[in-house]
């Protein structure tokens, strides 16, 4: 990896840790308030496989932009935990437009993610920026949404196992430009009472040719959040 | 605040932007991540038959018996049945090849292969076999062998019933199935993987990560191979090909002839069995006893299209380790390859 590539790789993860940016968290925008300014959710679904993921994020109430910042980790199914996959998002949505009960909201986040088998190990850094426009009630809300999650540089190291069975002369170390990205489409709603929000959201998702699909072409996600 | 916020987004963007300023290296440059092929590198071994550059080796006499080893997939790759080389120092000459847009073989856009329409498998598969037949037999007397696993086998059934004259052996190691729906039961089933399990994961997860056109063949040809190593389900642990192995480590998948295959098949619906009943020679039918998409019953069906032939159950390997395991090759299979031939 040169030298530029990991100033960058750096800037940007002490940029997304310190700096509280990012996230992909299913929010209602008409239930938030100063007494609740901490958020914390769990969640299983469907995305690129089997999931179930935690996450906390922290309202910073901006006057007109009420901004939610925090992470999320997530990890897919499967017989390995440890030393395995995982996904890591950090990040910010806001509020950028209330028109009445009808919201636009942008979300962008930072990923770190990682994934093992018996051949290879890669590990991406990568960007989701995401637009959602919705009806939200104190009590309910329904949106879509649309967004390109894209894989920016990615660092393969390949086993030995592999160099020795399928390809001796594999280059391992870090590819770019990017090595991959998906867009992705769809609904997300939910029921919200005083602490607590039950959120919905499923879609499709594309390959960035608008051809191509993923081997799971879809996505799905139930999460609960609580409010404190 | 809001200030700050413009200040980290600004950030953001130009570390982003600093990633296209320093070398490149592409998952779909050539040799990258998966080997190159016969016409990106001049060393390998190859020949060129009906309009394709094709991976190919051939060991043993000249003139001699041919036994052509198919391999399976589609899109798979002669590597695993490189045990079978042993033959030639029995006095058998031994054809390896890698089928178009497999292997090491040459690439050809999906659009080629969809081009072909109705008779697809015909002008992809059995012409191909036809001319590398034709490419290593020396004399129209020199009797040839045909050896297929899996895929391989199901292709030899279909040009055995569509050449019965030309084949002097069939030797057919675990053909899924002869008629479409029979192959969609059996591909279903033998990747029936656990919705929760690791291996389902492995395969669906990397999409977020690597992401290929239609015809970028070296990013669809690795993420294929990633996931098409082993699988439990069918008994394959990973070939073991002792001494028979080359000198260097190349295989490699051939997603887009895989997936236009399997599209070219709903389109169509081949019957591999067409013809194979006017094929009146002794067929060797091999399955395995580890493969649990292969049971007892399932080699029963399909077998019972060849009219004439000697079934064996080879026991403790899976779906491919009837060949690429070099003890059980040794010990077992080459014996019994043998002994058939010699019965012919």
Known sequence: ?228 | MKRSFRIYLAILILSLISFSCSKERYIDGPGNLVPKTVDQDVTLPSISVNGARLHSEVFGPEDSTLIICIHGGPGGDYRYMLNCKTLATKGYRVVFYDQRGAGLSQRFPKSWYKSQGSDAINKIFYDELRSVIAHYKTSTSQKVILLGQSWGAMLATGYSGKYPTDVDGLIVAEPGGLKWDDVVDYVSESRSFKLWGETLNDATYIDQFMTGKEDQHEILDYKAGLIGSTNEIVGDVGADLGNNAPSYVASRSGAVVNAASYELGQDTKPDFSTGINQFSKKVLFIYSSNNKAYPDSWATKISSAYTNKEIFKAQGVGHSGMLDQVNFWTTTMEPKIISYIQSL
Do not use: C
Not at chain 1, 78 to 84: E, K, M, Y
């Open chain 1, 1 to 228: 990896m040169k030298a530029t590539t990991v100033k960058s790789t750096i800037i940007v993860i002490v940029f997304l840790l310190f700096h509280n940016s990012i996230d992909a968290q299913v929010i209602n925008w008409e239930n938030i308030s100063k007494q609740n300014m901490h958020l914390l959710h769990v969640d299983v679904g469907a995305e690129y496989g089997i999931i179930a993921g935690v996450g906390y994020h922290h309202l910073i109430p901006i006057k007109r932009f009420p901004l939610w910042i925090g992470g999320e980790f997530s990890v897919p199914s499967g017989s390995q935990l440890a030393d395995d996959d995982f996904k890591v998002r950090l990040g910010a949505q806001i509020r950028i437009v209330a028109l009445n009960h009808f919201q636009f909201s942008a979300r962008l986040q930072g990923i770190a993610r990682r994934y093992h088998n018996q051949s290879v190990r890669l590990f991406n850094f990568g960007s989701d920026l995401a637009g959602t426009v919705g009806y939200y009630r104190k009590n309910w809300f329904l949106g879509a949404e649309s967004g390109f999650d894209k894989a920016i540089v990615t660092n393969f190291k390949h086993s030995e196992w592999y160099k020795k069975n399928i390809y001796d002369n594999v280059q391992d170390g870090w590819y770019e430009p990017a090595t991959g990205g998906n867009f992705y489409y769809g609904l997300q709603g939910g029921f919200s009472m005083k602490k607590v929000d039950l959120t919905l959201k499923v879609g499709k998702v594309l390959q960035q040719d608008f051809k191509s699909q993923p081997l799971l072409p879809f996505y799905g996600q139930f999460g609960v959040n609580f409010r404190f």
